[in-house]
């Protein structure tokens, strides 16, 4: 027996099963065709002046900030440098789009963000320098420590943004992360506790085209990282990660959107790595030069500079004035950073439990007495003249 | 397993037979109602009270806001909780099974352990991890993982573990007090053990750390902890026979660990087992093996010897019983405690 031969097989018309309608409509929540621009088109008109040449200073002495951060690498006074140069536009935004009483989730490559939120600058590097995991206080700056573990800060931001909005407080939490970082677990768990719990957060990813050596393409097959927010049921947005009034202007949104209790966005912004990974890497091994040169041309300094020079709000005097300025926090950086920490050991033993343990109390003994006899031997060896 | 039946006012009050599972809760319950800042949250813990009703009516007491069945992802729960804790929350986690546990291990190892360490003192974390754990309930695979020493190998957290009504209701209120994460380890197969309890005044625990002699001895010391507990002290009564007097300390925290008592005790024995359902191979017996060692050498008669299940992935449920260190596997090892060489 054919299908066709089947008894009452004309009359069959499948129905969905009884329960099921779409949850919400996905449309809404679809990213813009093209990433969102705001420099050199009409929608310029309507920022404020004075943000756009904050928005410049800051930028120039971010990438000065990242220059000298790289600098010290190679004298030794820092381990390691993760540089945002190229990113300046996405960093300087997210920490502007931000209330003082909202709070930073940045990933290890965020420094700059920190900084312009108006962390010191050298505390800002303890970390990378290896003196202390966290230089500062994260509950005095409302800037969660920068997080080594790849997206594993995105649930944080969650969980502390849920907590803010149980206790009635008007907080947001706007969580950093890179291309790679999305295809890690803890990246769809966050957005996913977001999504459901209305979280005031804003997810912005930075793609800047690879994770250390792997190219976006072998990263996801998803339209653009933006189009994941389907999914989970929140808008994705799409910004120019190099149009520096473009990224104030959609994470501002983001913010606001947040802090109405509409819940989540994530935000992709398009931007490039214009350095290796790290100090350490070598980015000749996986990319081309034509690549970064084209990029080169679509500089967030400069597409900002040659904004506002064409409508006369900055002359070369204003960006030699900008210049100076990242000279001056520049030169103030590496002269702090020239000084050695100082280090003390016990505190190995300090910050493990409110209470040490008795475990942790015989090791403290320990290490106490190797530090004393060091300390006599020493002085013995000055004693003698040696 | 005292009975304290006496209030903090002075009145006695009448002790009734109640589990494991009720003091848990009736703990969750207290310091939800004394603390606004304690939230619990976990899958299927609001409206089923979990899937074993440890959380049962805390949704209804207090709502979705304090008790909150969240979306099925154990790092998302953990994670959120971090943050939670960050903000001043006081969260509790319920982990469904101790092998479920496991897709949180990089929150667990990498921020909830060391929040405090990573921003000098500034940011404790006060998270209570509660892990069912442990096997001999018939659990099919993934069910039954002792995985105690994974996380006493992890700098930074507690590790806690009831094997009594009264402990189970007083440890986990310290724990959930502590500033510092805890993971409170409830060995299932104890849930539904009784004991006379009057949760109007339960007994006073300690601060977590500290153990404790269940049944002093002359001969050897029996050292271990939760699901071991009941084993050894009827090992114990079974050793009256061939003339050997147990003491049985239950270790009640594995971290910090209670050096004092334990070597305490085996100065005065000279011959000490340890017991533990995980297995032996990397697990806490050679921890505790060593410690004892280095403290009591000189007072030791015989080598410090360890029980525990054997070094597989647990058991399917039909075999467990030949996994578990039941009573004959202690007394073999009491037995071989060189006992010879004293006579
Ligand atoms: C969980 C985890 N796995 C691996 C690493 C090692 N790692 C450090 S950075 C990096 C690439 C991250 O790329 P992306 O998320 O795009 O951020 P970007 O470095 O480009 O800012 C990797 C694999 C890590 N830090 N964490």
Sequence with gaps: MTVQELPGAAAYRPTPPPAWKPITDPAPLLPDPEPHRVLGTDAVADVDPGLLLRLHAELVRGRRYNAQATALTKQGRLAVYPSSTGQEACEIAAALVLEERDWLFPSYRDTLAAVARGLDPVEALTLLRGDRHTGYDPREHRIAPLCTPLATQLPHAVGLAHAARLKGDDVVALAMVGDGGTSEGDFHEALNFAAVWKAPVVFFVQNNGFAISVPLAKQTAAPSLAHKAVGYGMPGRLVDGNDAAAVHQVLGEAVARARRGEGPTLVEAVTYRMEAHTNADDATRYRVDSEVEAWKAHDPVRLLERELTERGLLDDEGIAQAKEAAERMAAALRDRMNADPELVPMDLFTHVYAEQTSQLREQAAALRAELDAEQDHDEHDAEAGR | ?343
């Design chain 2, 1 to 343: 397993m005292t009975t304290a039946a006496v209030t903090a006012d002075g009145r006695r009050t009448k002790a009734k037979p109640a589990t494991m599972a009720q003091a848990l809760g009736r703990a969750l319950r207290d310091s939800m109602a004394e603390d606004p800042t304690v939230h619990v949250l976990g899958e299927d813990v609001g409206t089923l009270g979990g899937v074993f009703r440890i959380t049962d009516g805390l949704a209804k007491e207090f709502g979705d806001d304090r008790c909150t069945d969240t979306p099925l992802a154990e790092a998302g729960i953990l994670g959120a909780a971090v943050g939670m804790a960050m903000y001043g929350l006081r969260p509790v986690v319920e982990m469904q099974f101790d092998a479920f546990a496991y897709p949180a291990f990089e929150q667990l190892m990498s921020h909830v352990a060391k929040m405090r360490n990573r921003t000098g003192g500034a940011m404790p974390l006060p998270i209570t991890v509660r892990v069912p754990y442990g096997g001999g309930i018939g659990g099919v695979e993934h069910h039954s993982d002792s995985s105690e020493a994974y996380y006493m190998a992890t700098p930074g957290l507690h590790v806690v573990t009831p094997a009594t009504v009264d402990d189970a209701y007083g440890l986990l209120r310290e724990s959930i007090a502590s500033d510092d994460p805890v993971i409170f380890l409830e060995p299932k197969r104890l849930y539904w053990s009784k004991a006379d309890w009057s949760p109007e005044a339960p007994a006073a625990v300690e601060p977590i750390g500290k153990a404790v002699v269940r049944r002093p001895g002359r001969s050897a010391t029996l050292i271990t902890y939760g699901p071991s507990l009941p084993v050894c002290m009827e090992a114990a009564e079974a050793a009256l026979a061939e003339g050997w007097d147990l003491e049985v300390v239950d270790l009640r925290s594995l971290v910090p660990f209670d050096d004092e008592t334990v070597a305490a005790s085996v100065r005065r024995t000279g011959r000490a087992v340890v017991v533990h359902e995980s297995p032996g191979f990397g697990g806490p017996g050679g921890e505790i093996a060593a410690r004892i060692t280095e403290r009591c050498f000189h007072h030791l008669e015989a080598p410090v010897l360890r029980v525990a299940g054997f070094d597989i992935p647990y058991p399917p449920p039909m075999l467990e019983r030949h996994h578990l260190p039941g009573v004959d596997r202690v007394l073999d090892a009491v037995a071989r405690l060189q006992w010879e060489a004293d006579s």
